[in-house]
């Protein structure tokens, strides 16, 4: 039995058919089948062009972006698969408001869906600054998918810990 801490919340049921996948060695296989590519949006410039899109596709009102970028300084375990900041600086008695978003570098190389989900979750900051029942809304407004791939992007993780790269 591993210790699944991506999987942390999920019904027991849940977890025994990961370790059923896990144990029958299935798991890359199941991801492979619904995900059987990686994305195409290597760069900081193409990865703030994506994000870019999508918020001005659901959320033309909300604050700008300054900065999306892929942070190989991203700690999955500790803190998150991405990162928003709002930074707020006054220069020469002017406030200056940043909003800056930091995906894990580990999404270089997953599927597509995976990376729009992560961006769908930092872009519904910009709203809805806590994981409140109006943030997942909103989540699942943009990306109707959203639970399954926050459950399958665990699952990515999961088979990265354990077997390393996928793709």
Known sequence: MHELKYMAGYPDQVIDQIERLIAEERLGAVLLGRYPSAHEIKTD?????????????????????????????????????????????????????????????????????????????????LKEKDHNKAFYNLCTHMEPAYPQLELDVRLYLTYLELFGALY
């Not at 942070?71 to 408001?97: C, E, M, P, W, Y």
Request: charged residues 20%; glycine residues 4%; hydrophobic residues 45%.
């Open 45 to 125: 410039k193409a990865l703030y062009d994506f994000s870019i899109q999508l918020k001005n596709q659901f959320l033309r009102k909300a604050p700008s972006l300054s900065k999306v970028v892929y942070d190989n300084k991203i700690n999955l375990t500790h803190q998150a698969l991405g990162l928003h900041s709002f930074v707020s600086r006054v220069q020469g008695g002017k406030l200056k408001a940043k909003n800056e978003i930091r995906i894990g570098a580990v999404f270089k190389t997953a599927p597509r869906a995976f990376l729009r989900m992560i961006v769908v979750h930092e872009l519904a900051h």
